[in-house]
């Protein structure tokens, strides 16, 4: 049955999910600017030490794993298209202040790294909600078409991005660059707040206190590592992360110093890379039609995982044809991979629970992240580079197994949403929730 409302065609004709994805893709090409601009102010500028250049990494990446858990509790208890808007407005503020503090020179290295951190905080919040809302803006059969999208708007500003970032560093310098970025943030929260979708707030019983955060959070982990087709999602999308961040933590280095390539043909290498992304979610869609979901997730999984043997093979005597191939294969594999699997994970949880959800699978697998790039520069600082690279290589093999031997392989098409029991239907049934059985039709 249809919910009322939603548009019967294409998304091309979906005004709202229009509205969406004109935003978000303005934003992407505007973040590729701060992601060289503001490494390229603290080195330069701020003339950072080594030890306040690699914190900027950190506290990026460290609100996802302190806050991405109650991130999902909030996007489930409030409209998610209002932590959208809040979240792109709050991140062009914080983004505008760096050229601010900058022109009036009171920017200090600190106040950089605070800022990082803060907007951090905003995109855990965000991406958790970006993720849960689209199920609810777009019916589930166009789930795997809209998840292409967006994910073709990441890909191309990564090939476009950073040279067009570079040019607009060299015009006009670093720290006013970034405020390209803050004005690619407002028009993003223009569109996002034009759009007419309105959301039904989650219910709530004044009589009844709302539930803590922590069994909630609890419910989230439970329903992710409970479900047998999300549990072999995480464990192939983790140990898939963590096995690769081995390889690409010292892959670059490895280029550099054993292999003697150059800027420019690293450039190309991974310029090929990006050009398989984009590949693989123009055709991502047409391969869920051909080989179906869970077919279609196997095969692309065996793909990227098989690309991390180009790095230890490639001959020192020409290795960019190997290389190239390797990068387009984790470019393609991944990028078709991630959108089918997202867009599963969405259509087959119960609408109340898509924040947790979103949330509990990022906190699993970009947990395995940060893991692996010690993994990767303690192997190689104690070995070597070529055997980190072998290591990460040969573990890359690993990930597709968990979808590839379980009921994972035999799904044909997106499942219906999951006919969720009442509270206390849940209570009378011992809190069991039905699954969707493989064949896309409710068991």
Known sequence: MRRPGRPSGALWSHPDFMKMWTGQSISEFGSQISQLAIPLLAAVSLHASAFQFSLLGVVGFLPFIIFALPAGVWVDRLRRRQIL????????????????????????????????????????FFDVAYQSYLPALIEREHLVDGN???????????????????????????????????????????????????????????????????????????????????????????SSNFFSSLLFAIAVLYMVRTLQLSAFEIGVVFAVGSAGSIAGALVSN?????????????ATSILFSIGGLAYPLAPKSFPLPLLMLGQALFGFGGVAYNITQVSLRQAITPER?????????????????????????????WWGLRTALWVGAIGGLVPFLPVALTSVRTIREMPRPVDEPTPFEAELLGGLEPEPSPLGVDA
């Open 85 to 124: 808007i809040v979240g792109d407005a709050a991140r062009a503020v914080l983004l505008a202040l760096i050229p601010v503090l900058w022109a009036t020179h009171t920017l200090r290295m600190w106040q950089l790294l605070l800022l990082q951190f803060v907007i951090g905080i905003f995109t855990v």
């Open 148 to 238: 292409s999208k967006l994910q073709l708007t990441v890909s191309v500003a990564q090939v476009a991005g950073p040279s067009a970032a570079g040019g607009l560093i060299a015009a006009i310098t670093a720290p006013y660059a970034i405020l390209a970025d803050a004005v690619s943030f407002v028009v993003s929260t223009l569109f996002m707040v034009t759009m007419r979708h309105r959301e039904t707030p989650p219910k709530h019983d004044d009589e009844t206190p709302r539930p803590k955060m922590w069994p909630q959070v609890k419910e989230g982990l439970h329903w992710v590592v409970g479900h047998r087709w999300l549990r072999a999602i995480a464990a192939c999308t983790g």
């Open 286 to 298: 047409r391969l869920n039609t051909i080989l179906g979901v869970g077919r279609t997730i196997v």
């Open 353 to 381: 629970l898509q924040g947790r959800m979103n949330a509990a699978m990022r906190w699993i697998i970009w947990g395995t992240i940060p893991l692996g790039s010690l993994a990767g520069g303690a192997i190689a600082t």
